[in-house]
């Protein structure tokens, strides 16, 4: 991959990021982990509504408490232990995507979308600071709204581990551009 511009530390970060399951125990500096949030706060919303919190999990306790609402079967409930923080990103319901009251889209609320740039952003800064994340979405999101003492107004959309790593993984597959991307109607190649 080529990269050029101003843009290239921002693609390098886009090309070269992975989920990382694996985790030192060295502690994240808070102004890295305040620098990485700082990132997610400016993300884009609805309207501005900027729907999205965090809570930064460093307690032993409230990780494994975090890790028991994963399945068996998901690799990063390990991920959620042994990181030295966890960021947790809940969204505010009812705001983004509405205008006066009412959905302004067929999509109804939108915090999922707003949320999901913001830990984009999360994920993408921690890669520039060469730490580790992974996006992990399935989870039981009351219990974990329950440990986390979030009021019902909102919901519990992701949460990442974050930490050093001492290797990343190797890039996975990926379906070629030709057969993701059209031009003016579904079916007529953009790539010939």
Not at 64 to 82: D, K
Not at 109 to 115: K, P
Not at 154 to 168: K, N, Q
């Amino acid at each position: 991959m080529v990269f050029r511009g101003d843009g290239m530390e921002l693609l390098k970060a886009i090309y070269e990021r992975r989920s990382i399951r694996k985790y030192r125990k060295d502690p994240v500096p808070d102004e890295i982990i305040l620098e990485i949030l700082e990132a997610a706060r400016v993300a884009p919303s609805w309207a501005n509504t900027q729907v999205s919190r965090f809570i930064v999990v460093k307690d032993q306790q409230i990780k494994e408490q975090l890790s028991s609402t994963l399945p068996q079967r998901n690799p990063a409930r390990e991920a959620i232990i042994e990181a030295p923080c966890v960021i947790c990103l809940f969204a505010k319901k009812g705001l983004s995507g509405f205008s006066k009251g009412a959905p302004a889209t067929d999509k109804g609320d939108w915090f999922m979308f707003d949320a999901g740039i913001a830990m984009e952003h999360i994920v993408l800064a921690a890669w520039s600071f060469g730490l580790g994340t992974v996006h992990v979405g399935m989870f039981d999101a009351k219990k974990a709204q329950e440990f986390l003492k979030i009021p019902e107004e909102y919901s519990v959309v992701e949460i990442t581990p974050l930490g050093y790593f001492d290797e990343s993984p190797k890039p996975t597959p990926r379906r070629p551009l030709n057969e993701s991307v059209f031009l003016d109607f579904f079916g007529q190649p953009y790539i010939k």
